[in-house]
């Protein structure tokens, strides 16, 4: 099985043979963990790190750093390389049905830069790159860009495939750092800068047979994370000494994290560095390519931002390579959530959701920020009371400010609705609930009657084992306070009488079935049936509390009243009722809290 080699497991285990009896890694790995002594377990696990991996220690030394002061106040330059990249990363790369639908996405999201395809790597993505070019598939302040590596027969080919451009960017890459140079090519420094000039300078000269192009060019000192940065200096200044941007048409140096090998201020020292030192910043754009083996690909975009990268190039969701490149969703929308436009738009994040799983073939996780199915809800108890207290201060507040405990987006901003906020499992508590019934059916609970009811639904998540939805809860809600068939006191009509203050409640209720005429005084109509029920050998209640609301508007509407009733044994019973009059439904509430003793 191999795993042997990395000391994972003592050598006493013969595991094939344990794979034999059980088959599963598991009980593989329940017989050598805990078959050991104590003393004895820390022998499967991995060999101590410190003997196997060396820690990236950066040369940079810049005591006076300046990005950790900065905040950021605009967005940067967007580039998409789902085209390309993230393609490239597919396990089944996109067809052109696929490409094609991708693309629309990305131009209706709002990219200005898009890089479309690496075109000399495939028949597939220079015909992508020639259909866009000759149906007229690039809206007029859209940029498509292409990737090349370092050679002069791929350089031609992709000017090709971009003959009739409007505008066009080509990149060009060649990898830069130590461990490559030694054993990927095998090449010293200047043999990586010949490698480097040769081609830049290709792309001069190819650029010029197309003067109807608009022509943009970029350059990668691919693998810059852990290159050392006077050579990436080096490497940079001559290219730029071929193409001679200015800050009318300048360049694009790429600085890629092509593999994270250190923590992201690591990375946000590197670009504030080479910012510093780079000749005529005025003329480059500086351009970000983070990937994220390391899981930060977010946080060292945002501060190297800060330490002054102009623009960044990343993917929807973070697809690409290994653990990916950097998500571009998360980025724009945290910016979003700081009150910085991002120049990128969301407004229906289900369709974009389902449209790059479609493409890509792969499932966007559920807790993924902002995308996912389950970012925007709550289960837990005190989250869903305290998200219901933030949505009744907003709407009281009503200054346009988003202020919500948990929910750092408005999910509305993104084409989401409020409905799915607040599910309910077990772990759910009152405030959850409440929300459902108040947002699916316009009830609101009070207070001590969110208690009761969420016991009720609680008993019922634990039942059946499952997440509740609105018509489980309302079924529940039904079950416990509106009329049932074993109801022993169901109204049949009656009337009140009498001045405000002495209410005669008259009229007729089927106590167990039987219909009988029932009389009873008070202040007023609740008063009035309690006391009519009393007399007829009903439960003697005590109201400690009432209230009710309308549910709609106009000719539709309906009355809820809820009560809560204490017996003369100390029992506190609650009751609902609900009906197009508000004084019916006050007795139907009476007559529900009866039923519940």
């Avoid at 106590?511 to 005429?517: A, K």
Wanted: glycine residues 8%; aromatic residues 8%.
């Amino acid at each position: 099985m191999g795993l042997t080699k990395f000391g994972f497991f003592p050598l006493r285990y013969d595991l094939q043979a344990v794979a034999r009896t059980d088959g599963s890694l598991a009980a593989v790995c329940s017989r050598a963990r805990f078959d050991l002594p104590r003393a004895q377990r820390k022998s499967i696990m991995l060999k101590n790190p410190d003997t196997k991996y060396r820690p990236f220690i950066t040369p940079i030394d810049l005591p006076d750093r300046q990005w950790p002061s900065r905040r950021l106040v605009a967005a940067p330059r967007w580039l998409s390389t789902d085209l390309r990249d993230g393609n490239q990363a597919l396990a089944n790369p996109m067809g052109v049905e696929r490409k094609q639908r991708f693309y629309d996405m990305l131009v209706a999201i709002g990219f200005k830069e898009i890089e479309v395809a690496f075109p000399s790597a495939s028949q597939t993505e220079f015909d992508f790159v020639r259909w866009l070019i000759k149906e007229d598939k690039i809206p007029d302040d859209v940029t498509i860009q292409v990737l090349t590596q370092s050679r002069t027969d791929l350089i031609a080919r992709t000017f090709e495939s971009l003959e009739g451009a409007r505008r066009a960017i080509v990149h060009l890459y060649n990898a830069t750092a130590p461990l490559f140079r030694r054993v990927v090519f095998g090449m010293e420094r200047h043999e990586i800068v010949d490698l480097a000039v040769t081609g830049v300078t290709a792309m001069l000269e190819e650029s010029l047979k197309h003067p109807d192009t608009d022509w943009t060019f970029e350059y990668s000192p691919e693998t810059f994370c852990f290159t050392e940065p006077d050579f990436a200096l080096e490497i940079c200044e001559r290219v730029l000494d071929v193409w001679q941007p200015s800050p009318e048409r300048p360049a694009i140096l790429n600085l890629p994290a092509t593999v994270e090998v250190a923590m992201p201020n690591i990375y946000a020292d590197q670009i504030e560095w080479f910012c510093r030192n780079i000749s005529r910043r005025d003329s480059i754009v500086i351009s970000l390519h983070p990937h994220n083996d390391r899981g930060t690909g977010v946080a060292a975009a945002e501060q190297a931002l800060l330490a002054g990268a102009d623009r960044v190039e990343g993917c929807l969701f973070g697809n690409g390579e290994r653990t990916g490149n950097v998500d571009l969703v998360t980025l724009a929308l945290n910016l979003y959530t700081q009150g910085i436009d991002p120049g990128l738009s969301f407004p229906a994040m289900r369709e974009v959701v389902r449209t790059v799983e479609h493409c890509t073939d792969l499932p966007i996780h559920p807790r993924h920020p902002y995308a996912g199915e389950l970012v925007h809800t709550a289960f837990s108890g005190s989250h869903q009371d305290a998200i219901r207290k933030g949505f009744a201060a907003h709407e009281q507040r009503n200054d346009g400010f988003w202020e919500m405990p948990y929910l750092p987006i408005d999910p509305a901003d993104i084409g989401e609705t409020y409905e799915a906020v607040i599910r309910v499992n077990s772990q759910s508590g009152k405030g959850g609930v409440a929300w459902v019934l108040e947002q699916d059916k316009g009830l609101k609970l009070p207070k001590r009657m969110q208690a009761d009811f969420s016991a009720h639904v609680q008993k019922l998540a634990d039942d059946i084992g499952r997440e509740l939805n609105t018509a489980d809860i309302w079924q529940c809600f039904e079950s416990r306070y509106l009329p049932r068939p074993s109801d022993r006191f169901v109204l049949v009509d009656y009337e009140q009488t009498g001045p405000v203050g002495q209410r005669m409640f008259v009229g007729r209720i089927a106590i167990d079935g039987e219909v009988r005429s029932l009389s009873g005084r008070g202040n007023g109509l609740i008063s009035g049936s309690v006391a009519a029920l009393e007399v007829a050998g009903g439960p003697s209640l005590d109201v400690v509390d009432y209230q009710e609301h309308a549910i709609g508007h106009g000719t539709k509407a309906h009355a809820a009243a809820y009560v809560e009733c204490r017996t003369t044994e100390g029992q506190v019973v609650f009751g609902a009722g609900i009906d197009r009059d508000i004084a019916t439904a006050s007795v139907r509430a009476i007559l529900s809290a009866a039923n519940n003793t």
